[in-house]
């Protein structure tokens, strides 16, 4: 029995019509972020499993179940699940931190495949891409505030108007284990009632209970101490600064004290935009601070800055009619077989002049020609036959209205490009 394969559960092809609008936030991406002196940065697809497991963290639902890790020879590596930690990596190996030690901040973007083993949902793919930005050697808060307001811009760019910022401040080091104490001498008495993975996280990493998904859980957790309120001085002080400079941009945003983000790695300023269109998979995007990142990874302390947007929900959240159709500009309607020899040629020169041409691949009645002009959705149809070449004069007929002219192929060529 024949065998009919399937893209894997959590996977999907994109085809040509919505790749048109893939193509198009990618455009807009980089035209973005180089007016903010971003330049890209592709690093590989798989990495050793340790640079996950030592920067993401291990007690993180992305390290315990969800990395895709193989062992192959004596390796054991992993599809990347996020690209911070390997832009990072890339930084220390190709020493982009002396340039950072005299004061230039370096500032780098992604655009990729990422790969998790999730439960696949509307918006959740275990193939999903991101497009993503870091700036490494900026401890300032300005530039946690330019970055957002950077990727705020790229939103508007694309046509995504339904969107809210949220953000919060999970603090330093320090304010962590002061905060982790308070937090787990409110949990215990509330644990029994929470579900076994948060009875999992309040011992192995009691912050981690705000990943929880579960509602009974959530609302629970209202009521848990603000991270918020035990910021030290510092790091409060960053933190209004990056207010001021969001208020100062007109950018609105909210204060979400249960914000934490799902990554051990990140310190002070985090934020999420979201957009109610989503359902319940709402997060376009992410990031935050990490200015511990590098140095775990055994590099110098060099303080990061940076974002990850799924390009998935960018898509779905994109408005229609945004997207430039494929459309060839002219299709060759052969008539005869003098007709089809010389289409061959014609089509050639055709598309070395820039037009998107639909040309015949064998001799084809004129009916079956015409209809492949409209599913190509050509705006001119271009008769091709033995008194047109003795002519050197071509019917020209505009699909839309129906009109028809004859031009010679210079005439074409204007006329289409038009
Ligand atoms: P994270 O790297 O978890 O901070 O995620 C950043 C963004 O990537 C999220 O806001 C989503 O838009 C997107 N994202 C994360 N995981 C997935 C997934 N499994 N499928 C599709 N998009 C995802």
């Not at 220390?92 to 998790?116: C, K, N, S, T, W």
């Amino acid at each position: 029995m024949a065998v009919r394969y399937r893209a894997l559960r959590g996977t999907r092809d994109i085809l040509p019509d919505e790749a048109l609008r893939w193509q198009r936030l990618e455009a807009a991406t980089r035209a973005v972020f180089s007016r903010y002196g971003f330049g890209e940065i592709r690093t590989p697809v798989f990495e050793s499993t340790e640079l996950f497991t030592r920067s993401v963290g291990t007690s993180t639902d992305i390290v315990r179940k969800e990395m895709y890790t193989l062992t192959v020879g004596d390796e054991s590596i992993t599809l990347r699940p996020e690209a911070t930690a390997p832009v990072a990596r890339a930084v220390v190996e190709h020493a982009l931190h002396r340039g950072i030690a005299q004061g230039y901040p370096e500032r780098l973007f992604y655009i990729g495949p990422m790969f998790r083993h999730e439960r696949p949902q509307k918006g959740r793919q275990r193939q999903f891409h991101q497009i993503g930005a870091e700036v490494l050697g900026a401890p300032e808060a300005l530039a946690d505030a330019e970055t957002i307001e950077m990727v705020w811009t790229l939103l508007a760019e694309v046509g995504i108007e339904d969107r809210e910022l949220r953000l919060n401040s999970v603090g330093d080091e320090g304010t962590r284990t002061a905060y982790r104490a308070a937090l787990t001498s409110w949990l215990t008495p509330h644990l029994p009632a929470m579900c076994d993975d948060c009875k999992r996280r309040a011992v192995e990493n009691p912050l981690r209970v705000f990943d929880c998904k579960v509602e009974a859980d959530q609302r629970l957790l209202a009521g848990a101490p603000k991270l918020l309120d035990h910021l030290t001085g510092e790091a409060a002080a960053h933190f209004d600064e990056v207010r001021r400079h969001l208020d100062g941009y007109g950018i609105p945003y909210v204060i979400d004290p249960r914000l934490v983000r799902g990554l051990d790695y990140y310190v002070r300023t985090v934020f999420e935009i979201t957009s109610t269109g989503l359902g319940a998979q709402n997060a376009l995007l992410g990031g935050g601070r990490y200015d511990g990142l590098v140095g775990a990874l055994g590099g110098p302390a060099v303080p990061g800055f940076g974002f990850a947007a799924g390009m998935e929900r960018l898509v779905m959240t994109m408005p229609e009619g945004q997207a430039a159709e494929a459309r060839a500009d002219v299709s060759l309607v052969a008539l005869g077989a003098p007709g089809f020899q010389a289409s061959i040629a014609m089509a050639r020169r055709l598309r070395a002049q820039g037009l998107s041409v639909a040309s015949p691949l064998s001799e084809r009645p004129l009916g079956a020609q015409m209809k492949r002009a409209e599913k190509a959705g050509a705006r001119y149809a271009v008769f091709v036959g033995e008194s047109e070449l003795a002519r050197g004069l071509y019917g020209m007929k505009d699909l839309a209205t129906g009109e028809q002219v004859d031009r010679d192929e210079a005439g074409i060529v204007s006329e289409a490009s038009r």
